[in-house]
Each structure stands twice: as structure tokens, then as C-alpha cells.
């Protein structure tokens, strides 16, 4: 048997020593699993399983009539939960292992009372402890299915977490639904409507007992550049020159934490949203309303820093919110490159480096 290096702990120097019992017991249930056998091909794998052999004929037609019994079932490897000893890399906590873009429809409560059923995303997560090799990802799966029927919000969230934090025996943990919301718009002038679709997710996350509610926004809207409008009139005023100022579509992404049991609802946070900024992009429109946005913009263009700190107002007046924060970007046309700006308030939202693809994760093509 292969010695295995170990370094001494009081020295430091390497030794070889014999694997543990548990090392040699591993490693021997892989061999057998795998019927691997170096020096005979037709030797059985263990003593204890005298049926399996390397090089036999496999069945290549898929048996459909095959039943699972309990104890088949207790035969089946189960490599991720295996021992310590199977652990690669470094054995060190890991603070978040789980599933992402799991699909399903789901039931959400709105500002209305009238449920909507929305198709949404999840992503589940929990930490994992140096000493353990893996999780059963799909236990985060079944345990979110015991409450898929129930209209969710933030408070529904936090059962299902629960949940899935007992059934994988782990004490931190994370959800996140991310879905798409209607909003039902009416035109500026013409009085036609049609629906706004807003990117929403709602986050929770629990750590060491502690439990936080996150709520995300994506708001879609024109910014026009207060610069580029003054030229243009100078260029009216002083030489009778017809000129546009550049305006393009903007996103600003609102993240904040829910303060206790309060109610957020999607509706609340666009129309904070529309209430600090208002030119929000249009759904349907006539010749009266396409006017009517051009004047929308001329009476309140804004740089990328304007749009962080107008919606910055708005959430601080919210009681019912804590921290935040703002991401904006003005996806320009007068520049190949866009204006960014970050706004943030309070510890939950506060980072030294951001992910590389925050700001190009801003961009909606409708």
C-alpha cells in the first residue's frame, strides 16, 4: 500500500505514515464501486460483493421495468456526502454552495390583494463546514416544492429557508427569487395603456440566526445630459442652429434591506422610482405622446451622479427601508462608453471591489 506524506506538527519536517483506517476504507469502497481491479480483471472486487466483475457483458437496453427497493436504494453511492477523507483542495468553510436559475412558477402577493403567477428563478444556498465534503443540492429543490403552492413575499421566503437550512443541517443560508413584474402604465397624453415590465428579486439571507430581507429593482429610463441641452439652445439662440441634446436609455438597479416585518411591494418601489426620476421609458405612445416625453426630458435632464442621489432622497424618506443602494447607468449616445455612478448607505451594501460585470449586467434590450 502507497505511503502517504505528512508533515510533523512540531517539527515541520515530511514523514510517511500509514493512511488512517477511514482512508483505507474509502479508498477500497471506490475501487469497489468502480470495479476497478490492477491486477486481475476477473477478480471480484470484495469479499462482500461477489457478483461484480470487470469486463462482463453490460445491458444496453434501458430497463424500464426496473423497481427501486429500499435496499438498492441503500446501496447507491453517494460520493457528495462522503467522508472527510474524500474532501479535495483545501478543507476550509465555504460560505455559499447551492443551485442557480432553478425554474418554476410561482404565486406572489401584490399591492392589490389580486395574487399574480409569475415564472421565476431561484437561487438557494447554504453554507458548508471545513469538515464535511458536500451537500444534497436537491433537498434545497424539494424542500422549496413543500411551499410552491403558497403566494409568496419576503415573510413566505424566510419559512422556506428555514426549511432547507434544517434539512441540510446548516446554519447560514440564502435565497433569491428573481422574476419579471407587470405594472400596468397609461401614455403620457393619449391615455393608451400597456404593461411596464420591471426586474425584481427578492433576497434572504440568514447568518449566525441573524435574518435580513433585500429588495432589488431594476428602473429603466431617459436620462438627457444637462450639458449637451445647454449647448444645443446656445447654438438656437446664438446662431439660429437647430441642434438635439444627446439622451439615451438609462438603468438604475435599487437594492434595500426591508426593516423588520414592513410590506414592500413592486409597485411601491417604482413608483419611488418614477417619483425621483420621472422619465421613466414610455410603453405606448401617439404623436401627443412622443411630444410630451421630449418636453418630460427637457424639463428634468440629469447626469448619472443626479440620478443616484434623487433616488437616494427618496429611499431615505422611506421608513420602511434601511440600507441601500444605487447603481446607475447612462448607456450614452453621445460616447462609446457609458456613465456610471454607485451610491451607497449603511454596512449591508458597502464593498472595497465590485463584480467585474456589475454595470454591463444593466443592460435592457426590452
Not at 80 to 86: A, D, K, R, V
Amino acid at each position: 500500500m502507497n505511503m502517504i506524506v505528512r508533515a510533523d506538527s512540531l517539527t515541520g519536517a515530511e514523514t510517511e505514515s500509514a493512511p488512517t483506517p477511514e482512508e483505507v476504507k474509502a479508498a477500497r469502497e471506490i475501487l469497489r464501486r468502480y470495479e476497478i481491479v490492477c491486477s486481475d480483471p476477473t477478480a471480484p472486487v470484495d469479499n462482500a460483493d461477489q457478483t461484480h466483475h470487470v469486463g462482463v457483458d453490460l445491458n444496453r437496453t434501458y430497463p424500464q421495468s426496473f423497481v427501486v427497493d429500499a435496499a438498492y436504494k441503500a446501496s447507491l453511492p453517494d460520493l457528495q456526502n462522503g467522508p472527510e477523507s474524500l474532501i479535495k483542495g483545501a478543507k476550509r468553510d465555504i460560505q455559499h454552495v447551492g443551485i442557480s436559475n432553478f425554474r418554476l412558477p410561482l404565486t406572489y402577493k401584490t399591492r392589490s390583494g389580486a395574487p399574480i403567477s409569475l415564472e421565476t428563478s431561484v437561487t438557494g444556498s447554504v453554507s458548508l463546514e471545513a469538515t464535511k465534503k458536500g451537500i444534497n443540492m436537491s433537498r434545497i429543490m424539494r424542500s422549496f416544492y413543500k411551499h410552491a403552492g403558497e403566494p409568496f413575499d419576503l415573510e413566505e421566503m424566510g419559512r422556506v429557508l428555514e426549511t432547507y437550512l434544517s434539512d441540510l443541517e446548516s446554519l447560514d443560508a440564502r435565497l433569491q427569487l428573481k422574476f419579471r413584474f407587470p405594472i400596468m402604465k397609461r401614455s403620457l397624453r393619449s391615455n393608451l395603456e400597456g404593461y411596464q415590465y420591471y426586474d425584481v428579486a427578492l433576497e434572504v439571507v440568514q447568518s449566525s440566526r441573524d435574518i435580513t430581507h433585500i429588495f432589488h429593482l431594476d428602473y429603466v429610463y431617459s436620462s438627457t445630459c444637462p450639458c449637451s441641452l445647454e449647448l444645443s439652445e446656445h447654438a438656437r439662440q446664438e446662431r439660429g442652429q437647430i441642434a438635439t441634446p444627446h439622451s439615451q436609455r438609462s438603468v438604475a438597479r435599487v437594492s434595500a434591506v426591508v426593516n423588520g416585518d414592513q410590506d414592500i411591494w413592486v409597485e411601491d418601489m417604482a413608483d419611488l422610482c418614477v417619483a425621483a426620476i420621472p422619465t421613466e421609458t414610455q410603453v405606448m405612445v401617439k404623436r401627443e405622446d412622443e411630444q410630451a416625453f421630449a418636453e418630460l426630458n427637457g424639463s428634468n435632464p440629469i447626469f448619472v451622479e443626479d440620478a443616484v442621489r434623487l433616488i437616494c432622497d427618496g429611499l431615505e424618506s422611506d421608513e420602511r427601508l434601511g440600507d441601500f443602494r444605487v447603481v446607475a447607468s447612462h448607456q450614452e449616445s453621445l460616447h462609446s462608453h457609458d456613465a456610471v455612478s454607485i451610491l451607497t448607505s449603511g454596512p449591508t451594501f458597502q464593498q472595497t471591489s465590485h463584480d467585474p460585470g456589475l454595470f454591463s449586467s444593466l443592460y435592457h434590450t426590452g
